[in-house]
């Protein structure tokens, strides 16, 4: 099956400093790239969709100031989460659909989690 | 009220066992329905897809009512493997915009 990479999988940083998480699509075109984040005990939320080639659509109450989200080529989309502060700790969750495949399907990156101190 | 709603548990269950989870989703307009596997600390992975009529793989069976927008995912003689907790996910009239129901955490014991 399709393989989505993420890195780092897993980063400690100072409250204030900007992390930035990579997406990749290791063997096929990622047309649209969906950035989910996940709290203990909770579900996946959707924090934004990119294509590639334009501006990420935010979802509502996600800052698109503090979350810069990327989407540079069909293989790559990296999201920044800038003035990280401890609430931002998460386990963050990219996902990509294929170029002329099916929109149920999605393939998920093995996430990165975050832990701001 | 949220898009995907499921009873988190825990369910804890012997080997064996058969276990039920269910889910209900609040937009009728709906496209797709699947349930998605978590281990801990990990990406979810798709486990089977719902539809309509009903369909099982394996010791595993998924059943939809879309009338009363509810989903149901079956697993039968438990293995130890099994223990994970299982999302219910919908797409929505969006394209590709998946939602999430919060899991149902599932132990399965020897």
């Known amino acids: 099956g399709a393989v989505v990479s993420q890195h780092p999988s897993w980063v400690i940083c100072k409250s204030g400093t900007s992390v930035k998480i990579e997406c990749r699509s290791l063997?096929?075109?990622?047309?649209?790239m969906f950035w989910y984040r996940q709290f203990p005990k909770q579900s996946l939320m959707l924090m934004a969709t990119?294509?590639?080639?334009?501006?990420?659509?935010?979802e509502q109450g996600v800052e698109k100031d503090k979350f810069l989200i990327n989407h540079a080529s069909l293989t790559l989309s990296t999201l920044t989460v800038t003035s990280a502060h401890p609430e931002d700790s998460s386990f963050y969750i990219c996902s990509a659909r294929i170029r002329g495949r099916s929109y149920n399907e999605q393939f998920f990156g093995p996430g990165t989690r975050l832990t701001v101190l | 009220r949220k898009e995907v709603e499921q009873d988190p548990g825990p369910f804890n269950v012997p080997e064996g066992a058969t276990v039920a989870f269910n889910c209900t989703y609040s937009n009728s307009a709906s496209q797709s329905f699947f349930w998605y596997r978590q281990d801990c600390r990990k990406e979810p992975k798709l486990l089977m897809s719902?539809?309509?009529s009903g369909n099982e793989d394996g010791r595993f069976t998924a059943q939809l009512n879309r009338a009363s927008q509810y989903i149901s995912l079956l697993i039968r003689d438990s293995k130890l493997s099994d223990s994970a907790t299982y999302l219910c996910?919908?797409?929505?009239?969006?394209?590709?915009?998946?939602?999430f129901g919060r899991g149902t955490q599932l132990t399965v014991w020897p």
């Open positions: 719902v539809y309509s």
């Open positions: 996910v919908v797409r929505g009239s969006t394209l590709g915009r998946l939602y």
């Open positions: 990119s294509n590639e080639g334009s501006k990420a659509t935010y």
């Open positions: 063997d096929f075109q990622a047309t649209t």
